[in-house]
């Protein structure tokens, strides 16, 4: 079981190297001069020169690659010149946020998904279980600005539940936090919902199809008790795939809806860095952040490991 | 006396003579009717269209729709129905060709790599690492590299896209390229890129297409959250997500700003999802369907 975690970890470092070296020609390639856009237009030539010689820029691009490549390993991701900090510390800061909005988010989205898929596989077929498909459906079509758009209309315009964009950070207390959070939490919840009770409604219609089920019921088990303390156990794996991978794909994909709603995330960082174009915090935080999520779903990976004893066992020799 | 027999046997009866099999599928035939109807309306708006897309009107601004805007007026006094039209029919041009292109691109490489070990690794290392970049993340970064132009959206997105196709056709080239009649068309000589095109690449059609279509609705999204932010399409043209940015400013004054693109949007993808599913079910050779034969009751 170690080895095959060694082994995984391993199997990173050449895709990391790629999306390393992705990103560095990315931006090198952006036209643009950032020490011309610090500066200004009517800055002097020797000005430019002096801030590209301060800010790294005269050395030939492949030195810049090997010296930017040197920072990453010591955990020196490089300073944002327009920022005035680490670009580390920037991204940490930021990280606050898009963390609560994800972990909230997730949570609607898992909690009304297991309901959602139940009351669907146990209805199969008729009216309730259609209309669960279509909803998900619509769910996963719907673009999350347009859905958290919706919701502002309604919750926070035409009845004021809400208020309509921004952020309290977590420290000036729960209910303030929870406050501004509520309504992106629910629009990016109810796609993620979406998502996952389509997974959910599958495999646990896959699972009621077992022998073992067929056995509960001859028993005389009630149907209730039948899924909630054995079909849904079972069925539960693909469906943890999927939390996973789209609690991944959740964190980084927020970036639009923090744009929408205003909130001071890593989505709002990287938006905003590309727009000054801040090398350094481009290339940290979308490098950072893919470490993120590779990482996730490698965990994904070992927590499956972890549950399902056959996955374990093929790993034992 | 005769004893009456019970027809054990099930009955096969086709339930609709000449009707083509696919459209059998509930889901195909939805997803199909709602692109459809995507397609006719914004022909019809375009030919109906009486205002400029660019043309501002500023003491009409904010008005609600009327007999003479449909959908109304945007914070300029342009006309949203136009732009909504136009904007459609852009979305649906930059899909089609990000789609086209990269599945083109993804077939040739998932197919290439089934027999060179060298290319395999150089190039699906590059789309690993592409892959592992979120897209909307690297659709961005792009975007800020290339220069804010229609074309450039098209690029980014190709590049955003093309890995996944890659490795759909990769996986499924991999699995086909064990099974022995490829061993016996080597036997007799076939050379490699006679099987690689002609006997291979057939068989990897039918996962393919349907990650096309998926490939077709996530561009179509990612487009205009793209153009949301600002990053896509640049003002003053009009695309889906770009009237959404403006929707969001106006958002107290002008719901019709938001609701009418958001609309258009959740139609185009919503039908090639359902559309996708339904072929997805089609072309599943695992599946129970009968081909059109249904047992009679």
């Known amino acids: 079981m170690g080895n095959y975690i060694l082994k995984r970890l391993l199997s990173l470092i050449p895709v990391l190297a790629i999306v390393m070296f992705v990103v560095f020609i990315i931006i090198h390639i952006t036209p643009g001069d950032p020490a011309t856009i610090v500066l200004g237009e009517g800055a002097s030539p020797e000005q430019i020169k002096d801030l590209r010689i301060k800010m790294g820029l005269d050395a030939p691009i492949y030195l810049q690659f090997v010296s930017w490549a040197g920072n990453l390993f010591q955990g020196d991701f490089g300073d944002s010149y327009f ?23 997730q949570i609607i989205g898992v909690v009304l998904a297991i309901v959602f898929g139940i009351i669907a596989a146990k209805n199969k077929g008729k009216f309730k279980d259609e209309t669960i498909i ?19 209309l309604i919750f926070a315009v035409k009845i004021q539940l809400f208020p309509v964009s921004g952020y309290q950070p977590l420290s000036s207390g729960i209910w303030g936090h929870l406050k501004y959070l509520i309504l992106p939490a629910i629009t990016l919840g109810m796609i993620q919902a979406a998502i996952i009770t389509r997974m959910t409604r599958s495999s646990l219609i896959d699972t009621l199809s077992e022998n073992f089920i067929k056995t509960a019921k001859a028993k005389g088990l009630k149907q209730n008790s039948i899924i909630l303390k054995h079909a849904l156990r079972v069925s539960f794996l693909p469906v943890l795939t999927v939390i996973g ?20 995330g890593l989505g709002q960082l990287i938006i905003s860095a590309v727009s000054r174009r801040d090398y350094a915090v481009i290339q940290g935080s979308i490098l950072l952040i893919t470490i993120t999520y590779v990482l996730l779903n490698l965990l994904v990976d070992l927590l499956y490991a972890v549950i399902d004893p056959r996955v374990r066992n093929s790993y034992r020799s | 006396m005769k004893a009456e027999t019970k027809n054990i046997l099930p009955v096969y009866r086709r339930s609709s003579f000449m009707k083509p099999a696919f459209l059998y599928n509930r889901s195909l035939r939805r997803g199909a009717f709602i692109l459809l109807f995507v397609v006719l309306s914004v022909f019809a708006g375009s030919l109906l269209t009486p205002h400029d897309i660019l043309g501002m009107d500023p003491v009409n601004r904010l008005s609600a729709p009327n007999g003479s805007h449909w959908f109304g007026t ?68 792009l975007m800020a590299a290339l220069g804010q132009k229609p074309i450039n959206v098209i690029i980014a997105l190709i590049l955003v896209f093309f890995p996944s196709i890659a490795r759909v056709v990769r996986s499924q080239a991999m699995m086909i390229k064990e099974k022995v009649f490829i061993e016996s068309l080597r036997a007799q000589g076939a050379n490699a890129f006679r099987i690689i095109f002609l006997h291979i690449a057939p068989n990897v059609m039918s996962p393919l297409i349907v990650q096309v279509t998926h490939v077709f609705a996530a561009s179509i999204l990612i487009e205009a959250s793209l153009s949301f932010l600002g990053a896509g399409i640049p003002e003053p043209l009009p695309s889906l997500g770009n009237l959404m940015y403006d929707g969001k400013l106006a958002i107290y004054n002008a719901w019709w700003m938001t609701v009418f693109p958001g609309v258009f949007i959740v139609l185009i993808v919503l039908g090639l999802n359902l559309f996708g599913d339904g072929l997805r079910d089609y072309l599943d050779p695992k599946s129970k369907k009968l081909n059109g034969l249904e047992k009679a009751k």
């Open chain 1, 83 to 105: 920022l005035g900090k680490p670009v580390l510390n920037a991204f940490l800061e930021n990280l606050g946020p898009t963390v609560s909005l994800a972990i909230l988010a």
């Open chain 1, 245 to 264: 991978e789209s609690f991944g794909g959740l964190v980084t994909g927020a970036a639009v809806t923090e744009a929408l709603f205003n909130i001071p």
């Open chain 1, 134 to 152: 279509g909803v998900s459906l619509l769910g996963i079509s719907i673009p999350s600005f347009l859905l958290g758009s919706l919701l502002i």
């Open chain 2, 74 to 141: 945007d914070n300029v006094g342009r006309d949203v129905f136009s732009r909504v039209m136009y904007g459609v029919r852009l979305s649906l041009i930059i899909g089609f060709f990000v789609t086209a292109i990269s599945a083109a691109l993804g077939l040739a490489v998932g197919l290439i790599v089934t027999y060179s070990k060298a290319l395999d690794h150089i190039l699906m290392r590059i789309c690993d690492g592409l892959f592992a970049i979120p897209s909307i993340l690297l659709a961005i970064a």
